[in-house]
């Protein structure tokens, strides 16, 4: 997949180009329906499939206090985009001066940066432009000299209600990561990297490597059975998210993440893990005594072996998850 920070590189281009525009957080199954219709209306006319997205949300910029928690970081998001199999993908930083650009401005800015391009699919609630003032059928209107087809695609539904970055979001803070992983597509994760933490872990006999998350919107604090990639390679593995009561019984620190991977020895220091939370253990407890902690973490990795044992990734979902970072 291309990658472009501006819409300048699409002038080159010969061969009609489809564009799927939107934000993308999370890459979810909706999402994914958008990019799946742009891909085949690419083939039927000769032409690529491309993504239009932002760097940032929109609201990170405009209206800060009120921007909502990311399901994927820049990074990851770019990283699953790929996994679509589309030719390319814009990436346009989002600032304060591109906030303010009129949503004409911006129809004939991407008219005349992208002279190929034929068709935008969107989803119906889609908006462009300042104040989000643009529409999908002003730029039908728009671009309608230059023969652009622009595309609406109706929500992809699941249980009842519409799938969306907000309802997945607010699911697996509640906890219900089997929903949300069913409107993503694939296993609620985290992705971060590992940093220097207090070392207790080690301590007390079962290493652990302090994760600094990239997404923000996480499940409730307590002890999951996840599934890691390290280096390209899975590990089973038990994950801590939460405040270290037992150390800590003022509450004063902020809630971490700690992940002790299984039969694993080396150094992962500064390195990037994605972890996939398989099943919830228990809540976060505090102990009265060390001893009590440690035979409690002995049984939350006989726990996490078992369960993972027939109730982790496939195989097939393993490979595909790996490639993601590979290809």
């Known amino acids: 997949m291309k990658l472009l920070r501006e ?3 699409l002038r080159e281009h010969g ?20 990019i799946e219709y742009a ?9 690529e499939a491309w993504i239009l997205t932002f760097d940032q949300h929109p609201l990170k910029v405009v209206r800060p206090e009120i ?4 399901l994927t970081s820049t990074e990851h998001k770019v990283a699953l985009l ?8 814009i990436l346009l930083p989002f600032t304060h001066e591109f906030a303010t650009t009129p949503a004409t401005e911006f129809a004939a800015w991407l008219l005349h940066c992208a002279p190929t391009l034929s068709e935008v699919v969107v989803g119906e609630n889609w908006r462009f432009g300042a104040d989000a003032g643009g529409t999908p059928a002003l730029l039908r209107e728009l671009g309608g000299e230059a023969g652009l087809t ?9 249980d009842g209600d519409t799938i969306s970055s907000t309802r997945i979001r607010m699911e697996i803070m509640k906890g219900n990561l089997d929903h949300a992983a069913a409107m993503l597509g694939r296993p609620v994760s985290v992705l971060g990297t590992v940093v220097h933490g207090r070392a207790i872990g080690r301590t007390l006999g079962f290493p652990s490597a302090n994760i600094d998350p990239h997404n923000e919107a996480l499940p409730p604090l307590g002890v999951y059975a996840v599934q890691a990639l390290v280096n390209n ?16 019984k003022e509450k004063t620190r902020t809630a971490i993440l ?9 150094s992962i220091y500064d390195d990037s893990i994605e972890a996939y939370f398989i099943q919830q253990l228990r809540d976060e407890w505090y102990f009265a005594t060390i001893n009590e902690l440690t035979d409690q973490i002995t049984k939350d990795v006989e726990d996490a072996r078992e369960i993972l044992k027939s109730g982790g990734l496939s195989a097939e979902t393993r490979t595909a998850l790996a490639q993601a970072w590979h290809r």
Do not use: Q, W
Request: aromatic share 8%.
């Open 15 to 34: 061969k009609p180009i489809t564009v799927a525009a939107g934000f993308f957080d999370g890459v979810h199954c909706g999402h994914r329906s958008v």
């Open 82 to 89: 790929e996994t679509c199999g589309v030719d390319g993908c």
């Open 233 to 248: 390679r899975f590990y089973d593995g038990v994950m801590n998210f939460g405040t270290r009561p037992t150390f800590d």
């Open 7 to 9: 819409l300048s590189g």
């Open 39 to 47: 891909k085949d209306s690419a083939r039927k006319h000769g032409g």
């Open 150 to 158: 622009v595309t609406t695609l109706p929500p992809v539904v699941a």
């Open 67 to 70: 921007a909502p928690l990311m």
């Open 258 to 266: 700690e992940l002790h991977l299984l039969d694993f020895e080396g």
